[in-house]
């Protein structure tokens, strides 16, 4: 499966603390079923709003709403086993 992350240069001034939370978290959400991922990287990574998220996959608005709700339970969850 592709990467849903859009390709990002690496910033010297980041901290290698900064890199390594940023790669759990990418692992994290590659974790996650499709919809979710999707939903995930368009409303925080693209900025998207719900409606214009639910108009990109075809489901209602309500649908996005819950998926994200769930998608980001599912990745406090594997976020906390990953910190453990």
Known sequence: MKTPFPEE???PSDSPDNLEIR?????AILKLPTNFQQVIVMRYVDDLGYEAIAAQLHVPTNTVGT?????????R????????
């Not at 790669?23 to 692992?27: A, T």
């Not at 998926?67 to 990745?75: D, T």
């Open 67 to 75: 998926w994200l709700s769930r998608a980001l339970k599912l990745l």
């Open 23 to 27: 790669s759990k978290v990418r692992d």
């Open 9 to 11: 240069p690496i910033d």
């Open 77 to 84: 969850v594997i976020l906390k086993d990953l910190a453990d």
